[in-house]
């Protein structure tokens, strides 16, 4: 890429920061700094604001980048991400997202502790959160670290360093001076942009081949080297036993994961009623469903108009197929109309991974002041609330060091596949404890701790002895093999372990369920009746 259009794209990049700083700045100065207005913006977005919101929190840099690149290489085996990720939202609508409305305040160990003894369970699902989140942060750091590599036309170290410590910076810049409000704002303004580019890109796809989709498979099977089996299961995931369970693992690990993620979850904290959190959540996926169903598109155009091979040499993880497929829809990257499209979808993931990145940072700072400080040290509560929020500003900043070290180390990894562990731990350690909190009448406190305990060590344990951190090329470290687990996501086995630990914990129990506290939660849960 020339010097000229390299500087168009930073150009692009910068205009972006700058709108995303003045919204921060913006308000900054319209807030009165309480706990719920830095956690929640007040509560005062409508569901179409939340719905765009929470569907640019959601198609992050991992379904942009990572899913198209997936796609491109492996075809028929990429997509179970694209199907995956939006499957997952009809978990969230009809379990989830009213109830976790009506029940909690501002994160998950909000649902859990209502009928549970506070310090213990909050201190556990306060952990599993942060956890998530920064696994979560990782694959964004990555995505941007890639960007900007193919930016300036290589791999460069330096560049790629300098850009995940740029990006950690701007979102504790964001979350501090901002809160949920700048960070909502950010989101709508990046799911706007995304949408748009997402649309002109599939546009043109279809128009190289005349609107005909069967073609468009057919070029990608040719070009692919795979032929139809570029169309069918079985070239990333069916080898054997071990990569058909792995198939699964991260099947189950994309459908159940969404429904804990901390920064989706606090999401439905902004709005003011449980209806408007259901209605939200109908809007996300009309969104987010026609976004996937793009990257499909995207995906196999890369394949068919690149070929893998091309796709590969960038990025061997294909983080970079749809800015390639941008410059080469617009007449190729040496040409005017090239540059300028790559540049153009170069800034909008850019400006995903910034977007995506502020939410979880917030997300995972509010565990930590809300969940883990509130719970370790007690005051009186106008002075807790002030405090929580200047404990949850420090915790941006420690959170996005320790992000920024880890995408380091993970930078040749792909973000799809990273979000996916993401999700792993999520359903592991989130998902049980908040579907028997709210639906089982026995569940006692052992029984929660257990339960988040018991699906997270496993699930982290699993990725650390896994494939993805030693003992082959790709591994983070590939010099050294400690791998003893064969499977690259450890869901089939976390998920349920953290269902099983929670009904072992309620079972073993000495404490008698408090049917009470029980019948209280289910009427608000159902009813809103209470909510905050």
């Not at 139809?228 to 990333?236: D, M, Q, V």
């Not at 030693?470 to 687990?485: I, T």
Request: glycine share 12%; with cysteine.
């Amino acid at each position: 890429m020339s010097t000229e259009h390299q500087t168009l794209a930073l150009i692009l990049f910068s205009v972006f920061i700058a709108i995303t700083l003045g919204i921060t700045t913006w308000v900054s100065r319209n807030r009165h700094g309480s706990a719920e207005e830095f956690y929640a913006g007040g509560r005062l977005f409508s569901p179409l604001e939340n719905g765009f919101a929470i569907a640019g929190d959601y198609m992050s840099a991992a379904s942009f980048l990572g899913i198209s690149g997936l796609i491109a290489l492996f075809g028929y085996d990429g997509m179970l991400y694209s199907v995956g990720f939006l499957v997952a939202w009809l978990v969230v609508l009809f379990l989830v997202a009213e109830l976790v409305r009506n029940c909690g305040r501002f994160t998950l160990a909000d649902v859990v502790a209502a009928r549970m003894s506070q310090r213990p369970v909050r201190i556990a699902a306060g952990a599993s959160s942060v956890v998530v989140s920064v696994l979560y942060l990782v694959a964004q750091m990555v995505g941007a670290g890639s960007l900007v590599g193919l930016l300036i036309g290589g791999s460069g170290t330096a560049a790629r360093t300098l850009t995940v410590v740029g990006v950690g910076a701007l979102m504790v810049v964001y979350v501090s001076f901002g809160g949920m409000r700048a960070t909502t704002w950010i989101q709508i303004v990046k799911a706007v942009l995304l949408m748009g580019g997402a649309i002109t890109l599939t546009v043109l796809v279809l128009l190289r081949f005349h609107g005909d989709v069967n073609q468009l498979l057919t070029s990608a099977a040719e070009r692919s080297g795979h032929g139809a089996r570029f169309l069918s299961p079985g070239l990333k995931y069916g080898a054997d036993w071990t990569a058909r369970l792995d198939f699964m693992s991260l099947g189950l690990a994309l459908v159940l994961g969404t429904a804990g993620l901390p920064h989706i979850l606090s999401r439905f904290y902004t709005v003011p009623t449980a209806r408007a959190a259901r209605r939200s959540v109908v809007w996300a996926i009309a969104l987010i469903g026609a976004f996937y169903l793009m990257t499909i598109v995207l995906g196999f155009g890369a394949a068919a108009l690149l070929g893998p091979d091309q796709v590969r040499t960038s990025n061997a993880s294909g983080n970079t197929a749809v800015p390639l497929l941008a410059g080469f829809l617009g007449g190729g990257t040496d040409s005017t109309g090239g540059a300028v499209l790559f540049a153009f979808v170069a800034a909008i993931a850019f400006a995903t991974i910034l977007a995506v990145v502020a939410g979880i940072t917030l997300a995972s700072s509010a565990s930590v002041a809300h969940d883990l400080y509130a719970s370790l040290k007690r005051r009186r509560r106008r002075g807790r609330q002030r405090g929580e929020v200047a404990v949850a500003k420090v915790a941006a900043v420690g959170i996005g060091a320790v992000a920024i070290g880890l995408g380091l180390l993970a930078q040749d990894l792909n973000v799809a596949f990273l979000v996916g562990l993401a999700f792993a731990v999520a359903a592991s350690a989130n998902l049980p404890v908040l579907l028997y909190s709210l639906f089982w009448r026995e569940f006692t406190t052992r029984g929660a701790v257990w339960s988040v305990y018991g699906g997270l060590v496993p699930a982290v344990l699993l990725v650390v002895l896994s494939p993805v951190v030693s003992g082959s090329e790709q591994s983070l470290f590939p010099a050294v093999d400690f791998q003893y687990f064969p499977l690259q996501n450890p869901g089939i086995v976390s998920i349920p372990l953290g269902f099983l630990a929670g009904w072992l914990g309620t079972l073993t129990s000495s404490e008698a369920p408090d049917a009470a506290k029980h019948a209280e939660t289910e009427v608000r849960s159902l009813t809103g009746a209470g909510a905050v």
